[in-house]
């Protein structure tokens, strides 16, 4: 696979990714709701979020705002999962396990979302700067009395 191809193909892994993350999370949601309103909330907000990205990505020509977007909200997921099982998250939320399948699954999205951003970022041409103008031999000024 040529790196053009790998470019066309990033931001298809990527909405597939959030899709995945909205869906995982949007099941959630009602349990979430009831144990803790706020994480509820959360989810649902990061799950809606997450499928407009998912539409940025493929309808954007410029979808930086798009990746930006899923990114944060990834890592944001990310570092939750962490502290939920770590040292807890505000109101006392605690979880004890990994809450297979959701949590493994939703790990895997969201970092393949990270990461499929970095290859995008990696594939991208870079802005060419701007060329200084020849100087050929009519246009160079000569010292004056020579």
Not at 14 to 23: I, K, L
Not at 42 to 61: D, H, N, P
Not at 133 to 138: E, F, L
């Amino acid at each position: 696979m040529n790196s053009a191809a790998a470019t066309d193909a990033t931001p298809g892994l990527a909405a597939c990714c959030a899709v995945g993350n909205a869906v995982l999370h949007g099941l959630l949601v009602p349990d979430h709701l009831e144990e803790r309103f706020y994480i509820g909330v959360l989810f649902a907000v990061g799950s809606v979020v997450m499928l407009a990205v998912a539409v940025g990505l493929v309808t954007l020509k410029r979808p930086m705002v798009a990746w930006l977007t899923g990114v944060i909200v990834s890592l944001g997921m990310i570092v939750g999962f962490l502290l939920s099982r770590t040292v807890g998250l505000p109101g006392g939320y605690y979880e004890p396990g990994w809450e297979p399948p959701y949590g493994p699954l939703s790990l895997i999205v969201e970092g393949l979302f990270v990461l499929a951003f970095l290859a995008w970022m990696g594939e991208r041409p870079m802005p060419q700067a701007v060329p200084k103008p020849s100087v050929t031999a009519d246009s160079a000024r000569t010292a004056p009395g020579r």
